[in-house]
């Protein structure tokens, strides 16, 4: 939760300050930054609440876990994203019909606010998005691009700003207007991948065919019959059928599949849980154990395996 105090905490300066030269300086565009700044102080907050509530542990209403709950902020801070792009282009729309006639040349206090802003934000974006994928985020991840979001509505501001001292005033809102697309193409990417890990979409084809290799070179495995993976919040499970000699033991067998479930949640900690199921391989399978044997015969049953969620 470090990276959403330090958002918070810099989010605040950046809208006090901004506030402050956008009514020095006379300039609407760098009090609406502000304003846009301060939404960014919602969006944390509600990050931080999802955050906390997926981490809580499983109870008897939810066996499975409460990480679909960071889906659900993430959704949420696309719908305020998207409300966000859609006003400023509104805004920058309704300035463009209404004529140039009203707009006046702000300060350069605004034009410097904007060029911290900028800075700032970028660096808030790198800072959060470095930070998501290392926890595998979607929620923070959805804070990170608000971060781009703002710096972009800063660089609307600083090119409008700008022209309207260099006597274009017409730049700004046609640069709230372009930006205000790029906002909510970000808005609807956090959403479809919010809503994709809410309905049980399987893992990448890479991570599929990682673990499968790595399963087929277990000792024991004589093959891959089946697998599925399904996205569960920022975690997966795994559900799969292994085969092995049907000769050995039920001891055997078992302590084979749990190695391999042991192995699975080790190597990707991504993988909340393993499932394994095992099946008697036929007897052509049977004969070879082996790392080897597992990685030349898991094809031909089943398909190798599925990897649909």
Avoid at 8 to 18: G, R
Avoid at 157 to 177: E, K, Q, Y
Avoid at 227 to 237: E, V
Avoid at 281 to 294: M, V
């Amino acid at each position: 939760m470090r990276v959403s105090r330090v958002s918070i905490a810099l989010n605040l300066a950046l809208t006090a300050f901004k506030l402050a030269a956008g009514l020095l300086a006379r300039s609407g565009a760098m009090v609406s930054d502000a304003v846009h700044s301060a939404s960014d102080v919602f969006s944390t907050l509600v990050v931080m609440g999802g955050i906390n509530l997926a981490a809580r542990q499983p109870d008897r209403d939810h066996p499975y876990g409460h990480e679909r709950l960071e889906c659900v902020a993430a959704i949420l801070l696309a719908a305020i994203l998207a409300a966000t792009g859609a006003a400023i282009g509104a805004q920058g729309i309704a300035q463009i019909c209404g004529g140039q006639g009203e707009l006046a040349a702000p300060g350069t206090l605004a034009l410097t606010a904007a060029a911290v802003s900028i800075a700032v934000k970028e660096w808030m974006f790198r800072y959060t998005r470095r930070a998501a994928r290392r926890v595998r985020s979607g929620a923070l991840m959805a804070d990170a691009w608000h971060h781009r979001s703002d710096a972009l509505s800063s660089v609307g501001a600083f090119v409008g700003i700008l022209g309207a001292r260099l006597g274009w005033p017409i730049l700004d809102p046609l640069a709230s207007a372009v930006i205000s697309l790029f906002i909510c193409k970000a808005a609807l990417d956090i959403f479809c991948d919010a809503v994709e890990k809410m309905v049980d979409k399987a893992c990448d084809p890479q991570t599929v065919q990682a673990i499968a290799a790595a399963v087929r070179a277990r000792e024991g495995v004589a093959g891959l019959d089946e697998m599925r993976t399904r996205q569960f919040g920022a975690r997966a499970y795994v559900d799969m059928e292994i085969a092995v000699d049907g000769r050995l033991s039920l001891e055997a067998a078992h302590r084979i599949a749990e190695g391999v479930h042991r192995a699975v949640e080790a190597e990707f900690p991504q993988i909340k849980h393993c499932m394994v199921h095992v099946n008697p391989a036929r007897p052509e399978r049977a004969i070879a154990t082996g790392p080897e044997g597992g990685q030349q015969n898991a094809v031909g049953q089943k398909g190798a395996f599925g990897g649909e969620g």
